[in-house]
């Protein structure tokens, strides 16, 4: 599986993005998660979609302002940003695990396809 994420930009504080991230290959039966590094920071883990796309999970602070879902049909996962923070700059990545439960969503181990990563910034 590649992943190849996008959508990244430069964006005022409170304004919103949506990055995307288009899978080539085999995407049935993989879990899909969104992580993020800031600088100096370690890399943390955003939002989690199941295959199916009926379970999310995100990290307390994005929940209400990220929305992740996804397309099947598409081989595509998406993360919709929401009232973004200057905070929210880093570099996002998306990334695949294959879906065998238990999923350990906020384990950045379990996946083992990465995208290259896009850049958000967030001015103030």
């Known amino acids: 599986v590649q992943l190849q994420a996008s959508g990244g930009g430069l964006v005022q504080a409170g304004g919103s993005l949506r990055l995307s991230c288009a899978a080539s290959g085999r995407f049935s039966n993989y879990v899909m998660g969104w992580f993020r590094q800031a600088p100096g920071k370690e890399r943390e883990f955003v939002a989690g979609i199941n295959f199916s796309g009926d379970f999310k999970y995100y990290t307390d602070s994005m929940k209400g302002r990220f929305t992740i879902s996804r397309d099947n049909a598409k081989n595509t996962v998406y993360l919709q940003m929401n009232s973004l923070k200057p905070e929210d700059t880093a570099v996002y990545y998306c990334?695949?695990?294959?879906?065998?439960?238990?999923?350990?969503?906020?384990?950045?181990?379990?996946?083992?396809?990465w995208g290259q990563g896009t850049l958000v910034t967030v001015s103030s």
């Open positions: 990334a695949a695990q294959f879906e065998s439960p238990p999923v350990q969503y906020t384990n950045y181990a379990k996946y083992l396809y």
